[in-house]
C-alpha cells in the first residue's frame, strides 16, 4: 500500500511538470487558462473571455453612437486592420501566427475575413460551405485568442446585388451570430460592395431581413451595411438611413481611383451624423492594381484618423497584384520582414507602426 500510494504521488508530480512545460499533447487552451480552469465543462461552448491586455479586453464590446465608434468605457475607438483576401483562394492567411504578426508587429487590432458569394469556390457558387464556414470559425477563434475584433464579411462583388443570395445569407449569418452571440470581439458585414445599378432601397430591403436574424441572437451586434457603387455612395444611406442602432455603413476607396471628391462627400456624411466604417481600402487604383498613390493614401488615413474612422486595409495575400501586402515570391504566412513585403505593403506596415492602436 505504501509503496502504490508514493507511485501515485510521483505520477502526479510528473503529470503536472509536463503539463506546466506544454510537453504534454492537448496542453491547457487558452480559452481555459483565460476562465482559470482546465476543465472544459466549466466553460460554455460559445463564452468568451477577452485574453489580458489585448484591444478587445481593454476596450470591450463595441458600441455605435451618433457618428462614432465607442468601446465600453465610453470612449471613441477606432479600429485599425487588414482585411483577407478571398478566403476560398488564400486560406493559408487564417492561422494564429498570422494574426499574432498583425497584432504584435503590425500594431493592429482588427481582422476581416472576406468570404465571396458568387465568385469562383464562392460560398453561393459551388465553394463548399462547410470548408468555408470552417475557415471563418478558425478566423474568428484565433483572433479571440489574440484579444483581436474581427469582421465576418458576406463579400457580395459579382452578384452584384445583395438580394440574390438572401436566402443563403440568412441562414450563414443566423448560425454565424448564434455560435458567437457571446463574443464581444466580432463583428458583422452584411454585403461588401453592391454594384452597378443596384438602388439604396434595394440594399435596405435586403438589410431589414437579415439585421434581425443576427439581432435575434445578439440584441446589440455592431454590423456593417454596404452602399451602392461599390460601397461608395454613403450619401444615400445618410439621407435615408436604417431604423436600428449599432450600424456602420460601408465606404471603400482606392487611393489612386478616389481622390478628394469622395474625401468630401465622406466629410459631409460625417458632418451629417452617419456613422461611416472603411471596411476596405486600397492605395493603389480600384481594380486593386496599377500605380500605387501614397500621397492620396497619406492624405485619406489622416481624415480617417482626425475624424476617429476605423478602416481595413485590403489585401493579406501575396497575390500578384498592386493591393496584396505580401510579396508574390514570399510563402510565409507570418513573421514577414520589410523585404518580404510588397510596396503597398512596406507602405501600410509603417502606417500601422506610427499610430497608437490599443
Known sequence: MLVKKYRSLLTGLIMAVLLTVNVFPGNIPAALAAHGTTDPKAV???????????????????????????????????????????????????????????????????????????????????????????????????????????????HVLNDRDPNIHKEEALQFFQEMSALYKDH???????????????????????????????????SDAVIIVGTPTWSQDIDQAAASPLEYDNLLYALHFYAATHTDWLRQRLSACVEHGLPVFVSEFGTCDASGNGRNDFQQSALWLRLLDDCQISYCCWNLANKAETSSVISPGCSKVSGWSKDELSECGKWIYEHFRSVHTR
Open 44 to 154: 460554455s461552448e460559445n463564452s468568451f473571455t477577452a485574453v489580458p491586455d489585448t484591444p478587445a479586453a481593454v476596450h470591450g464590446k463595441l458600441h455605435v453612437n451618433g457618428p462614432s465608434l465607442y468601446d465600453c468605457h465610453g470612449e471613441k475607438y477606432q479600429l485599425r486592420g487588414m482585411s483577407t483576401h478571398g478566403i476560398a483562394w488564400f486560406p493559408q492567411y487564417i492561422t494564429l501566427d498570422t494574426f499574432r504578426t498583425l497584432r504584435d508587429d503590425w500594431n493592429t487590432n482588427c481582422i476581416r475575413l472576406a468570404m465571396y458569394t458568387e465568385e469562383y469556390n464562392g460560398y453561393c457558387s459551388g465553394g463548399s460551405q462547410d470548408e468555408l464556414k470552417s475557415l471563418v470559425q478558425k478566423g474568428v477563434d484565433y483572433a479571440t485568442e489574440l484579444g483581436m475584433y474581427v469582421i465576418i464579411d458576406w
Open 184 to 218: 464581444t470581439n466580432v463583428l458583422y458585414e452584411i454585403c461588401n460592395e453592391p454594384n452597378s445599378s443596384v438602388s439604396w432601397d434595394s440594399i435596405k430591403n435586403y438589410a431589414r431581413e437579415v439585421i434581425p436574424v443576427i439581432r435575434a441572437n445578439d
